[in-house]
């Protein structure tokens, strides 16, 4: 099995960066694929990045894509989201989830283990 613990939410302000980290713990992390979600109140749980079990493959939302950026260490057992330009339409709960299958998926009934979620708040 995956346990994932999230960190590095926090307040930001509109055109900032914020960088948020996956620690995975687990024997089945370097065969998994990951991704990235987020949800704000009242709205349904929203895809946003996925990459491949080795750390090349990856897709995009098309409302992140260019600002945001995935990426895995293996020997570290990480997976952080890199998000630059924010704005306050990112604002939201966002969570970490891991595959036991080795490809990349955009939804999120095809992830098995999932973070706790950590908030993000852009202000303006």
């Known amino acids: 099995q995956v346990q994932l613990v999230e960190s590095g939410g926090g307040l930001v302000q509109a055109g900032g960066s914020l960088r948020l980290s996956c620690a995975a713990s687990g024997r089945t992390f370097s065969n998994a694929a990951m991704g990235w979600f987020r949800q704000a109140p009242g709205k349904e749980r929203e895809f946003l990045a996925t990459?491949?079990?080795?750390?090349?493959?990856?897709y995009y939302a098309t409302s992140v894509k260019g600002r945001f950026t995935i990426s895995k260490d293996n020997a570290k057992n990480t997976v952080d989201l890199q998000m630059n330009s924010l704005k306050p339409e990112d604002t939201a709960v966002y969570y970490c989830?891991?595959?036991?299958?080795?490809?990349?998926?955009?939804?999120?009934?095809?992830?098995?283990?999932w973070g706790q979620g950590t908030q993000v708040t852009v202000s303006s």
């Open positions: 989830a891991a595959r036991q299958s080795t490809f990349t998926a955009s939804s999120a009934n095809d992830y098995t283990y």
């Open positions: 990459i491949g079990w080795l750390g090349r493959t990856t």
